[in-house]
Nanobody, 123 residues
Framework: QIHLQESGGGSVQAGGSLRLSCATS????????MGWFRQVAGEREGIAVI??????DYAASVKGRFTISQDNARKFVYLQMDNLKPEDTAMYYC??????????????????WGQGTRVTVSS
C-alpha cells in the first residue's frame, strides 16, 4: 500500500513559482510511475509523470514551465512550477501506479493519490 502526502501549495501571483512536495511511504517498485494531476470542478488533468529511471513526460499545458523530479529512494517527488498562470489554479495531487508506459495521460487514472494541495494563481 502506497501512502502519499502532498505539501507546498499556496497563493501566488501570475509569473511566480511554487514547489510542491510529495512524501511517499510504503513499497514503491521500479515498475511504479509517480505523477501529478490537478483537478478543477471534477475534471482531472494529468500534468507530469516520472519513471524509476527519471524519464518524464508532461502535459502540453505545463511543458517548459513545470518540472517533476524525485529523490533516489523515491521517498519524495517534487513538482517545480514556474511562470504560473491563473489557469494553473487547481487542487494538485501526487499519484502512483504501475502503467504500461511513460505517458502523462495515464496519471489521472493512477490508483493511489494523496489528499491534495491547493494552488491559487492570481492575475
Amino acid at each position: 500500500q502506497i501512502h502519499l502526502q502532498e505539501s507546498g501549495g499556496g497563493s501566488v501571483q501570475a509569473g511566480g513559482s511554487l514547489r510542491l512536495s510529495c512524501a511517499t511511504s510504503g513499497y514503491i517498485s521500479r515498475r511504479d510511475y509517480m505523477g501529478w494531476f490537478r483537478q478543477v470542478a471534477g475534471e482531472r488533468e494529468g500534468i507530469a509523470v516520472i519513471d524509476s529511471d527519471g524519464s518524464a513526460d508532461y502535459a502540453a499545458s505545463v511543458k517548459g514551465r513545470f518540472t517533476i523530479s524525485q529523490d533516489n529512494a523515491r521517498k519524495f517527488v517534487y513538482l517545480q512550477m514556474d511562470n504560473l498562470k491563473p489557469e494553473d489554479t487547481a487542487m494538485y495531487y501526487c499519484a502512483a501506479d504501475e502503467m504500461p508506459g511513460l505517458w502523462v495521460g495515464h496519471v489521472g487514472r493512477f490508483g493511489s493519490w494523496g489528499q491534495g494541495t491547493r494552488v491559487t494563481v492570481s492575475s
